[in-house]
């Protein structure tokens, strides 16, 4: 019987609150702070329906950057958790609001600041020594990438072998939008666009190596056939787990990170960039200061616009080689999610559906008290048994599969 | 010994101005006015250096479409000619000043409303009663093309056939800019966009033929060498010139224009239309009304930001087939206009040359009493005799051939 708060009702939030509502017991009382009302009433009429009336979220219109909205609205709320699905440029400052009122927190992906590319756990990460001082929990990074990425990589550690020697992640969407959908990214435009023209990095032997960016002519990819998905093709990329998973791994040999792109995502992606639509400096357009990349995010497609007829699966999971009793071993660990069956679940799309999932299987264990602790952590922290996380998020809808492999695939062993 | 009022000093209106600064017998007084200060005193200070002092133009900072200003400063001027280099979205408000104030015009293209896409010369030439009344005269579309091509048309007609069977107007831009500009339209961002993703028409027998869009994959192309400018790739496309050739030509079986373009500069312009940069509706940014094409343009490479380091061609011309004396003759008329001596002499490039310095000698045989008449005239018109046009046209820098061919080129015998 826990209090929760909810921030963000988006693609990502609405299957969060969807899901939550599907354990009562757990989360007697879903509260939820969202900029946009309406969305969040459509997230509520959908979850009272789909629940008979017995779910009602409480709504609160209100941007937790408004520091005297938020606080007054948590004093009153009183919650024992704080779930933000939000933007991660709060990041900082919900956690900041747990800490002045001892409130557990839980975030989907890692801090960024909106004037600058990049993202890192560092600042989050320097919260650590308050939140254990206030007794309080909070996990970051917890959707699926990253979140159970870097769990299935615990798991591998904890569990399947002695000592783990590389890790591949491979983020596979295999899904198919309306043909009228040219270009759409897989999550928050904004976001998505920042990340894919970051430079390129993996880790080899205690340190970064560096291979350009996505849309130079010269991008690291393969093709792959993923199980139950299809064949796609993976480009090496820089993405949130590599950055934690070495400390938590101390002997890896090399982590990196691949997602699957069509040419033509590629090609929209660099002419965007090129004519410089991912600029997040200002632009004056007579008198008003417009960023291009969040104007560019205006014009895109919405979930909301093609979430009803997107079919096909995604697939993500790790490829870890190692050692176990002595021998050689490498596996593939990885989930499939169904776009459309996700939706009519939660009125989400399987990137929504992976991302928030994860979050609220950690916020049950973290409320039923099956993970416990303090501090601020990672989701492959030894502190968090991943497990219990893995058995748990196979029972909300997130099944997950283990193949042992005979060796990594020829295009895993070279080093690029 | 004329006073002339010129709008406009971007890349069109410096080119138009260094070139009435050489005749300062014709243009004995030469106003500017214009949106932006700067540009008007960089374009003076450079007339003054190139004439040694000689020509010192008069800047007039203001907004031609300010009614109460633009008013008064023809009032004062009373000048004998305005030559509007300016947005074509200005051309009706300076018509109807010039027929207020009693002054002949000259553009360089066509009207467009800003809030519909197309062009047209049918609200220009409505006001040709009204010109010929006040004795005035106006020649619309007087740059290259439309310009140009019209009166080689013309010459053809007058001097060249006695009967024209078909007219494809080829406008190639051979030119190469530096390596850090990925992608820039030929002049104005906002007008070449609006422009190209038009539905394509060209005429046939007395009816348009549609074709598509230059951004679908079955756009209609073939590969052409210019002389002395090398192989490019034009494609079919509708412009300016279609509109009134045919009327001036009445036994015209066949009019298209065709325009060169790189695969890469198409893939630039379907994305950019896909993602809807180059819609101009408005779209509410934070309460900001932003017309994203509007918002393109900002982001856009500049001519200034190329032209010093451009180098190449333009060749646009007519391929013309028809009969004289009772045989069968196909001619090819162009002018060749290299980008580097363009910059060199007026500080804009062959694009801005090859538009501006037409209408200098239209002004310039209209001041001298060489062209005379009444009404609103396009450039074919059988009132303006294109042949000592084309002779002032070729002491002016643009110099111009006629070949005579055996036969038309294989790709433009076909009607497609």
Same mark, same amino acid.
């Given at each position: 019987?826990?209090?929760?708060?909810? =921030?963000?009702?988006g693609?990502?939030?609405?299957v969060?609150?969807?899901?939550?509502?599907?354990?009562?017991?757990?989360?007697?009382?879903?509260?939820?702070?969202?900029?946009?009302?309406?969305?969040?009433?459509?997230v509520?009429?959908?979850?009272?329906?789909?629940?008979?009336?017995?779910?009602?979220?409480? =709504?609160?219109?209100?941007?937790?950057?408004?520091?005297?909205? +938020?606080?007054?609205?948590?004093?009153?709320i009183?919650p *024992?958790? =704080?779930?933000?699905?939000?933007?991660?440029?709060?990041d900082?400052?919900?956690?900041?609001?747990?800490l002045?009122?001892?409130?557990?927190?839980i975030?989907?992906?890692?801090?960024?600041?909106?004037?600058?590319?990049?993202?890192?756990?560092?600042?989050q990460?320097?919260?650590?020594?308050e939140?254990?001082?206030?007794n309080?929990?909070?996990?970051?990074?917890?959707g +699926?990438?990253?979140g159970?990425?870097?769990?299935?990589?615990?798991? *591998?550690?904890?569990?399947?072998?002695d000592?783990?020697?590389? =890790?591949?992640i491979?983020?596979?969407?295999?899904?198919?939008?309306?043909?009228?959908?040219?270009?759409?990214?897989?999550?928050?435009?904004?976001?998505?666009?920042?990340?894919?023209?970051?430079?390129?990095?993996?880790?080899?032997?205690?340190a970064?190596?560096?291979?350009?960016?996505?849309?130079? $002519?010269?991008?690291?990819?393969?093709?792959?056939?993923?199980p139950?998905?299809?064949v796609?093709?993976?480009?090496?990329?820089?993405?949130?787990?590599l950055?934690?998973?070495?400390?938590?791994?101390?002997?890896?040999?090399r982590?990196?990170?691949?997602?699957? +792109?069509?040419?033509?995502y590629?090609?929209?992606?660099?002419?965007?960039?090129?004519?410089?639509?991912?600029?997040?400096?200002t632009i004056?357009?007579?008198?008003?200061?417009?960023?291009?990349?969040?104007?560019?995010?205006?014009?895109?497609?919405?979930?909301?616009?093609?979430?009803?007829?997107?079919?096909?699966?995604?697939?993500?999971?790790?490829?870890?080689?190692?050692?176990?009793?002595?021998?050689?071993?490498?596996i593939?660990?990885y989930?499939?999610?169904?776009?459309?069956?996700?939706f009519k679940?939660?009125?989400?799309n399987?990137?929504?559906?992976?991302?928030?999932v994860?979050?609220?299987?950690?916020?049950?264990?973290?409320? $039923?008290?099956?993970?416990?602790?303090?501090?601020?952590?990672n989701?492959?922290d030894?502190?968090?048994?991943?497990?219990?996380?893995? $058995?748990?998020?196979?029972?909300?809808?997130?099944?997950?599969?283990?193949?042992?492999?005979?060796?990594?695939?020829? *295009?895993?062993?070279?080093?690029?």
């Open positions: 019987m826990s209090k929760v708060l909810v =921030i963000g009702c693609n990502v939030g609405s969060g609150l969807h899901k939550m509502a599907q354990h009562p017991k757990t989360f007697s009382e879903i509260h939820m702070v969202g900029r946009t009302i309406k969305k969040c009433e459509n509520r009429d959908s979850i009272k329906e789909k629940t008979n009336g017995k779910v009602n979220l409480q =709504i609160h219109p209100g941007n937790v950057r408004d520091n005297a909205f +938020f606080s007054e609205l948590i004093k009153k009183q *024992a958790l =704080i779930i933000n699905f939000g933007s991660t440029y709060d900082l400052v919900v956690m900041d609001a747990c002045e009122h001892n409130v557990n927190y975030d989907t992906a890692c801090y960024e600041d909106p004037e600058k590319y990049g993202f890192s756990y560092e600042l990460l320097a919260k650590n020594e939140f254990q001082k206030k309080l929990l909070a996990i970051v990074g917890a +699926f990438d990253p159970v990425t870097n769990i299935f990589s615990a798991y *591998a550690r904890d569990y399947l072998f000592s783990i020697d590389t =890790i591949d491979l983020d596979c969407n295999g899904g198919s939008k309306n043909e009228e959908i040219k270009f759409a990214p897989n999550f928050d435009p904004e976001m998505n666009l920042r990340e894919l023209i970051l430079p390129i990095k993996f880790w080899k032997d205690g970064w190596q560096k291979r350009g960016r996505l849309i130079d $002519e010269d991008a690291v990819f393969f093709d792959f056939d993923f139950e998905t299809g796609f093709t993976p480009y090496l990329m820089y993405h949130e787990e950055e934690t998973i070495p400390t938590h791994i101390p002997e890896l040999k982590a990196r990170f691949w997602m699957t +792109f069509s040419k033509s590629l090609t929209y992606l660099r002419i965007l960039y090129e004519v410089g639509l991912v600029r997040i400096d004056d357009y007579n008198g008003t200061a417009v960023i291009p990349v969040r104007f560019l995010k205006m014009l895109l497609p919405k979930a909301e616009d093609f979430n009803k007829t997107y079919i096909g699966k995604t697939n993500i999971g790790n490829i870890i080689s190692g050692t176990k009793d002595g021998k050689k071993k490498v593939y660990i989930n499939v999610c169904d776009h459309a069956e996700a679940e939660t009125g989400g399987a990137v929504g559906y992976t991302a928030a994860p979050a609220v299987v950690c916020a049950k264990l973290m409320l $039923e008290g099956q993970w416990h602790g303090t501090g601020v952590k989701a492959e030894k502190l968090l048994d991943s497990k219990i996380f893995l $058995e748990e998020l196979a029972k909300n809808g997130l099944g997950w599969s283990v193949q042992t492999l005979k060796d990594l695939p020829e *295009a895993l062993k070279k080093d690029y």
